[in-house]
């Protein structure tokens, strides 16, 4: 079964647009926000082993549960509102499980944004736009940036803040203009991470089922 960005969660898409941040490839960014980017980069490639908790809003919807992630390939979403919902990458697919709906479903990693950001070395220098590079006078700072292929499917803005530096949230911006922000309520690096949060068979699945 085909999952779309929607399917896969807004969680997993936004740290999938993680992965939407050229250091060099654009043209027309001034030097300063050259840098800003190479900053920003410079921070996800050492993002490699992470923990924390996040808050997402769309309209009126709130959602929130925590995150995992250990780099190359794994990475997991445990809603906790709506209770029960699984988004996990396994280092070769990307599952999600919807325990209201009783819904199972998996696609390749290969065939996700997500596989990118997820690399062993994060390749952050082709394939998209950068609409808007935004400093404020504290050091925070916000990247705006697009799919260059497709640049009508929506926008990701990704805001970093903070000393030692911290991705602090991102909004992202459909197609149809609708609007959810997510928001880490914590980051911190973690080792030791249990290789069974990176598992997710099919719950649906009965016993004896081919």
Known sequence: MTLSRRDLGFGLFAIAGLAALPAHAQSGLSAEDRATLTQAQTYL?????????FVETTGAQRREGRFYLQRPGKMRFEYTNPAGLLVV???????RYDPR????????LG?????????????????????????????AFAIT??????????????AF?????????????????TRTRTQLTSLEPASGLAASLFRLTDPTRRPGRN
């Open 45 to 53: 490639q050492g993002l490699t082993s992470a923990q924390g908790g």
């Open 89 to 95: 990458s396994d280092g070769n697919n990307v599952k």
């Open 101 to 108: 709906l009783n819904v199972f479903r998996q696609v390749p």
């Open 111 to 139: 065939m996700t944004p997500l596989s990118t950001f997820l690399a062993r070395n994060v390749r952050l220098d082709q394939g998209v736009q950068i609409d808007r590079v935004t400093r404020m006078q504290s050091g």
């Open 145 to 158: 940036a697009r799919d260059q292929r497709r640049p009508n499917e929506g926008s990701v803005i990704l």
């Open 161 to 177: 803040a903070g000393s030692p530096l911290r991705l602090q949230e991102w909004t992202i911006t459909d197609a149809q203009g």
